[in-house]
């Protein structure tokens, strides 16, 4: 990974900025809030719904800050979480234990949760606890060959389409329907319309959601529970 800078975001939670990509992880108007309002809001309390035993797909580990609150949110609705992160340039420990979400979120275990998040060993399901597994998976996203219907929920975190177009593909999305669930659902903070298009060609139904503060919407797409249209894709 090129050069990192923690930078501090509106909410007063912090993020990473990637100055060589001009690029930031979250969004600078609240990072906390972008991860709380995108991937638990509207992904994992939407499943939720439904169900109480969740499998989900993270697109980007990054900070760890979405697994974080997803253990949290996991907690507070007795949920029992598989957890399944990619990342191809894992953060340093010594880099991710300065950010300051545990001081924000301020539970007693916090840094003990967090710190078992980015020392789980990669390429291994490891338990953090007796509700939430973790495999953290090593590898670009390109190269990812994702088991058919694996996963209820994706967070799709990657960088923005302008800074990793290959990640925004067409192919990449038909990867992801296949390791849904019929029915399963994918969140993500971009609506560009080549995004849109992709999820669509894929048999995902898209719904432009309210965004967080500095963001107008966000996309939350359903996968097509029609019988035989996702056994028809192709993973490349």
């Known amino acids: 990974m090129k050069s990192l800078e923690i930078i501090?975001?509106?909410?007063?939670?912090?993020s990473i900025r990637v100055p060589e990509l001009n690029e930031n992880y979250h969004s600078k108007f609240g990072a906390i809030?972008?991860?709380e309002h995108i991937f638990i809001n509207a992904g994992l309390l939407s499943v939720a719904e439904n169900i109480t035993t969740i499998n989900i797909l993270e697109v980007g580990?990054?900070?760890g800050l979405n697994a974080l609150l997803t253990y949290y949110a996991a907690?507070?609705?007795n949920l029992y979480i598989n957890y399944t992160a990619i990342e191809l340039y894992p953060l340093e420990w010594s880099l991710a234990k300065t950010l300051n979400y545990t001081t924000i979120i301020n539970n007693s275990n916090a840094d003990k949760i967090f710190q078992k998040l980015h020392l789980a060993e990669w390429d291994k399901k490891i338990s953090v606890s007796d509700k939430f597994k973790i495999e953290k998976i090593h590898q670009n996203l390109t190269d990812y060959i994702p088991q058919r219907g694996s996963f209820d929920l994706i967070y799709f975190d990657a960088f923005g389409p302008d800074v990793q177009p290959e990640l925004w593909s067409e192919q990449i999305f038909e990867k992801?329907?296949?390791s849904l669930k019929p029915g399963g659902r994918l969140v993500t903070y971009s609506t560009k319309g080549d995004v849109k298009r992709a999820l669509k060609k894929n048999n995902f139904t898209i719904e432009k959601l309210p965004g967080p503060p500095g963001k107008r919407?966000?996309?939350r797409a359903t996968l097509s529970t029609v019988t035989g249209m996702?056994?028809?894709?192709l993973i490349y």
């Open 8 to 14: 501090l975001t509106a909410d007063g939670s912090h």
């Open 33 to 35: 809030t972008e991860s």
């Open 61 to 63: 580990f990054g900070t």
């Open 75 to 77: 907690i507070k609705k």
């Open 176 to 178: 992801l329907a296949i």
């Open 217 to 219: 919407e966000i996309i």
């Open 230 to 233: 996702v056994d028809d894709l």
